[in-house]
C-alpha cells in the first residue's frame, strides 16, 4: 500500500515560549486538562518504551493513574515483560499522542516501584472485574481463552466482591522525569517543539526549543 499522499496539515494550534508553564508538571497539567475536555478517547493513554536486558526496545500502552510533581503513575504486573525491562534497564519513555489536538507530549526518565500502600490504595478502587483479572493474568505468558475464563470462574468464588486483596506480584511504577518534550503540530510540518531539562533535581527547569 502507498500511503505516499496519505498526509494532513496540522493547523489548529501555535506554541511559544510564553505559551509555557515554568514548570513541565503544570504544563503537562494543562495540556491534560485540554485533552480531557475535548472529548479525545482515552486521553490518560500512554505509549511506555522500555529496553530489555538483551538491548531490544519493546513498547505498550499504558493507563496513566496519577501524576504530580514527584511523577506519573501506572500500574501492572511486577512478573510482565515490561516491569522485567525495568528491573534490568529502569531507563523508560512515556508518550502521549493527543492527536485530536495535534499534540504530542513525551517523558523520558526512570521508573521506579511505587510503594505497597500506594499500589494498594488505587487497587481498592478497581472495579471487581478489574481486581480478578489482576489475579488472573499471568501478563505476557503464553495461554488460551478457556484457562483465563476458568481462572476468572475460579476466583470469582475464591474472592467475594468488596474482599479481593491485591496481588503480591501487582503493583504500580512511577516514572520521575529527566526531560519533557511538549510538541504541537504546525503547518509545512514546521511543528513546535520544546524541550524541558535540568542538571540535577534542585535545578531549575532550562526550556530549549527544538527544530521539528
Not at 529496553?51 to 504530580?68: E, H, I, M, Y
Not at 488505587?122 to 480478578?132: C, D, E, I, K
Amino acid at each position: 500500500m502507498d500511503l505516499a499522499h496519505h498526509r494532513r496539515e496540522y493547523t489548529r494550534h501555535g506554541l511559544d515560549l510564553p505559551d509555557l508553564a515554568p514548570d513541565p508538571f503544570a504544563q503537562f497539567q494543562t495540556w491534560f486538562e485540554q485533552a480531557i475536555q475535548a472529548g479525545l478517547l482515552e486521553p490518560n493513554a500512554a505509549t511506555l518504551s522500555t529496553v530489555g536486558p538483551d538491548a531490544r526496545p519493546s513498547t505498550r500502552t499504558v493507563l496513566l493513574k496519577s501524576f504530580d510533581a514527584r511523577g506519573l503513575v501506572f500500574f501492572t504486573n511486577y512478573e510482565s515483560r515490561k516491569a522485567r525491562d525495568i528491573a534490568a534497564n529502569p531507563a523508560v519513555a512515556l508518550l502521549f499522542a493527543w492527536l485530536g489536538l495535534e499534540r504530542q507530549a513525551i517523558i523520558e526518565g526512570r521508573a521506579e516501584p511505587t510503594t505497597p500502600a500506594e499500589s494498594a490504595a488505587y487497587f481498592a478502587t478497581r472495579p471487581y472485574g478489574s481486581q480478578l483479572g489482576a489475579w488472573v493474568s499471568a501478563q505476557s505468558t503464553v495461554t488460551t481463552r478457556a484457562e483465563l475464563e476458568t481462572k476468572l470462574a475460579d476466583l470469582q468464588q475464591k474472592f467475594p466482591e468488596g474482599r479481593v486483596p491485591p496481588p503480591p506480584f501487582w503493583g504500580g511504577f512511577r516514572v520521575v522525569p529527566r526531560t519533557w518534550e511538549f510538541w504541537q503540530g504546525r503547518p509545512n510540518r514546521l511543528h513546535d517543539r520544546f524541550r524541558y531539562r535540568r542538571e540535577n533535581p534542585a535545578s531549575p527547569w532550562l526550556i530549549d526549543r527544538l527544530s521539528p
